[in-house]
């Protein structure tokens, strides 16, 4: 069965960086793209940016970029997307999310925690 | 980018209720469009795809239709376990994804 299974909750500083892994089984990695999608406490989802694993081709909403790096490692089928310059306002729970025109599968989320 | 608005943002049913959720376009997606629910704490899970194919396991009294730009995603009897917030999402024109604000379903 398709599983994405993310990395633990972080708590990071202002102005720090943090690095979510999203490990996916029980399908090719490289036939579809994986998604990352935020959601803020009580708030809705947000897109973030998009990775083709076959490819390493990657994109992002216009408000991430230069902040954001999506990579991956195809011989462990794992994603990862990394955050920079974090403020409180990524304060968030992030996923992994499988894309094939539409999103089929999700992982568990990731709390992210910006404090000081 | 496709804006998507959803509406309501929220409402309050009893079980047995027929419920009403209507996403709408800024310009035409085809029928590119997804229906999720969400529980507190949890992932998204997909409801609808293609705005009116039912995802396998879901429970029939869910459906979707429309194309274009309006679409809803219809409970024919509320129960409580539809107790959830439910999202919509456009790929016509991926990347970007774009959601709806999400809607709120809460059982009287």
């Known amino acids: 069965q398709v599983q994405l299974v993310q990395s633990g909750a972080e708590v990071k500083k202002p102005g720090a960086s943090v690095k979510v892994s999203c490990k996916a089984s029980?399908?090719?990695?490289?036939?579809?793209?994986i998604n990352w999608v935020r959601q803020a406490t009580g708030q809705g989802l947000e897109w973030v940016g998009w990775?083709?694993?076959?490819?390493?081709?990657?994109g992002s909403a216009q408000k991430f970029q230069g902040r954001v790096t999506m990579t991956r490692d195809t011989s462990i089928s794992t994603a990862y997307m990394e955050l920079s310059s974090l403020t409180s306002e990524d304060t968030a729970v992030y996923y992994c999310?499988?894309?094939?025109?539409?999103?089929?599968?999700w992982g568990q989320g990731t709390l992210v925690t910006v404090s000081s | 980018d496709i804006q998507m608005t959803q509406s309501p943002s929220s409402l309050s049913a009893s079980v047995g209720d027929r419920v009403t959720i209507t996403c709408r376009a800024s310009?035409?997606?085809?029928?590119?469009l997804a229906w999720y629910q969400q529980k507190p704490g949890k992932a998204p899970k997909r409801l609808m795809y293609?705005?009116?194919s039912l995802q396998s396991g879901v429970p029939s009294r869910f459906s979707g239709s429309g194309s274009g730009t309006e679409f809803t995603l219809t409970i024919s009897s509320l129960q409580p376990e539809d107790s959830a917030t439910y999202y919509c999402?456009?790929?016509?024109?991926?990347?970007?994804?774009?959601f709806g604000g999400g809607t709120r379903v809460e059982i009287k």
């Open positions: 293609a705005a009116s």
């Open positions: 999310a499988r894309c094939y025109g539409d999103i089929d599968y």
């Open positions: 999402l456009q790929h016509n024109n991926y990347p970007p994804l774009t």
């Open positions: 310009q035409g997606i085809r029928n590119d």
């Open positions: 029980g399908y090719t990695f490289t036939n579809y793209d």
């Open positions: 990775m083709n694993p076959k490819s390493g081709n990657t």
